[in-house]
């Protein structure tokens, strides 16, 4: 058998296939794993499947899971009579490739020196991410989803997804998304990329300790300021008209969450999934946008941040344009909010109606 | 003689004071010097005077000089028949105190040491900028200024100025403007200030070569990151629909841009005086914004800029509102540009007529 499933003790299930995955790059990995975790029942025709893409940061675990109590990072939109309703849906999750969850990345072990790959884990692109998640989704039988949902990164598999595969889903969701790397993006993300690489405690990614990495917390940190606007930096610390700031809050916020970020997440991974963004582009091999915007038959739904600065309003309705220009059946909601790109993430019933209204049309 | 003045041979003039000067915090500087530039001629009244203040990364030179033909950082709008008319007003601009270009600052011989001060030198405030000023203006028998402008930090100085000051100015112009620092600033600039501080050839202030230290660098590009908006960052990669962004070149940018400043900037001048504007809050020592703003008596013009995500236009509207409801004689402008909060240093003809417009009311 060249291919494996375990069920973990949390509840995930651990794919492996010993079969040589070749990258978009032309380099290979020896095997591939995948973790992921479902939620609900796939039905007989397997026609009412859900697939949830997750964002930089987390992983499979989406939703609380009977074994996993946790609250996941889509916790309110995944479970019974939610947005993507489990008595109705089976939602999958798959840690993408390249993270630290699970799925093949910088902390696996390399089956060629049965060490982990760390700094030698090779390049890998958003693509890359999808054709791994696709042979791990042929392998479970399932032909066409219901639908694709993902915000942030995740809706840049999403997109990828109904490009490349267009007759496996019915329904695009794309939330805070982007269908190429901007250069503002791109100018965020290198200087993380260089804080991370010119700490002298990274060794080029053979580093001793993921918590020690300065230039990493550095990274992270940047990450966060950009991750909300500054209403909501003002909000946070009740900054008002009379009132005063103290500095001193703010970089004690901003320390304790860089901190707690390198207790959970490894500095490599970190640096392989922003770089795959830095590489997206999903219109690089065709002539023009609408080229490659034609292929997708799915009905599409593209949600943005009226306060996202960093994949902002305008890249989404670029996104949207270009999708109607290109004959796609396609939806556009403009949120208002405060959250800036976390919005997905932290406001429920907004993303509660915006998901469960399109999933259920 | 406990003051001199002397001209140097770029035509800039540096005032030495030997009285000790002391800092808000109670620390104090032995001597105090402070490089100026002047243009136009100062009429036998003395009425015709502005004080122009100059933002984070520049000096005196505001503008060409008979001995320095070399454009200044406001060459648009100072000069003969220009916004600020030389032929008409006299223009002087002083470096700020902590800065690198000839006023007392890190890079200053400490008189009780006999060496520069770098890492050593004190913690400074805008009010102790301010301060620093008022003394040579006194000196100068300048009693009351026509005009005080500032953009971006210098605005800061302009408008503690015309509080602490009241009766030396006649009009007053903010541009890109603030009256104390804003959580989403500090957060940003206490990641420059620890990107300079972890790395390990800062040596607290006492580095070998300013152009070697790649925490600085890195702290000038998150700057560089935040002065425009993504929009401009599109327009200057050339990223429109059917076209890809190099991510090569955007590093590439930056990495320029970078050694550049390293080559004319001090790194301990850049984290005292961003350390300044963390410090900032015009407000601190009144019960009220109103009771604090209540004390300008100062014609009044703000200039926001529509897409400057460093000093948004909310944080204008804030400050020009708190400025009406002091009773404050205050007109309000919101500039449409995409240059976002460099918008004042490169766009000529709007600010020429917001600035001549106001002064000659």
Not at 170 to 195: D, V
Not at 262 to 280: E, G, I, P, V
Request: aromatic content about 12%.
């Amino acid at each position: 058998m060249s291919e494996k499933f375990i069920k973990r003790t949390d509840g995930s299930i651990h794919f492996r296939s010993d079969e040589e995955f070749v990258l978009e790059n032309g380099q290979t990995l020896k095997q591939l794993e995948l973790v992921y975790e479902t939620w609900g029942e796939l039905n007989d025709d397997k026609s009412n499947a859900i697939l949830v893409h997750h964002a930089l940061s987390v992983g499979a675990h989406a939703s609380e899971t009977p074994v996993n109590p946790e609250a996941g990072w889509w916790q309110e939109i995944i479970g019974p009579g939610k947005a993507i309703d489990t008595t109705r849906y089976f939602a999958i999750c798959i840690n993408n490739l390249g993270s630290c969850f699970g799925s093949s990345g910088p902390l696996s072990v390399n089956p060629e020196t049965n060490e982990s790959y760390k700094g030698n884990f090779p390049e890998v692109t958003i693509g890359d991410m999808t054709a791994s998640q696709k042979l791990l989704v042929d392998k479970l039988g399932i032909k066409k989803f219901h639908a694709l949902a993902g915000g942030s990164m995740g809706s840049m598999l999403s997109l990828i997804w109904a490009i490349d595969y267009p007759e496996t889903l019915s329904k695009l969701i794309l939330i805070s998304s982007s269908y190429k790397a901007y250069p503002a993006n791109i100018a965020n993300r290198s200087i993380q990329h260089q804080a991370i690489r010119v700490d002298p405690l990274w060794q080029n990614g053979n580093y001793a300790s993921n918590e020690e990495l300065s230039g990493f917390k550095l990274a992270r940190k940047l990450g966060l300021y950009t991750y909300r606007n500054s209403s909501e930096w003002n909000r946070r610390f009740n900054s008002h008209k009379n009132s005063s700031v103290k500095d001193t809050d703010i970089i004690q916020y901003m320390e304790y969450n860089a901190e707690k970020f390198s207790k959970r997440f490894d500095a490599n991974s970190y640096l392989t999934l922003t770089r795959s963004m830095d590489l997206f582009d999903v219109t690089k091999e065709y002539d023009s946008i609408e080229q490659c915007f034609s292929k997708i038959t799915a009905e599409t739904l593209v949600v943005s941040v009226e306060s996202d600065v960093l994949f902002t309003p305008q890249q989404q309705q670029e996104l949207y344009s270009a999708l109607q220009e290109s004959g796609v059946n396609c939806q556009y909601i403009e949120h208002h909010s405060q959250y800036g790109h976390d919005a997905f993430l932290v406001e429920k019933e907004p993303f509660t109606k915006y998901i469960g209204d399109f999933l259920n049309l």
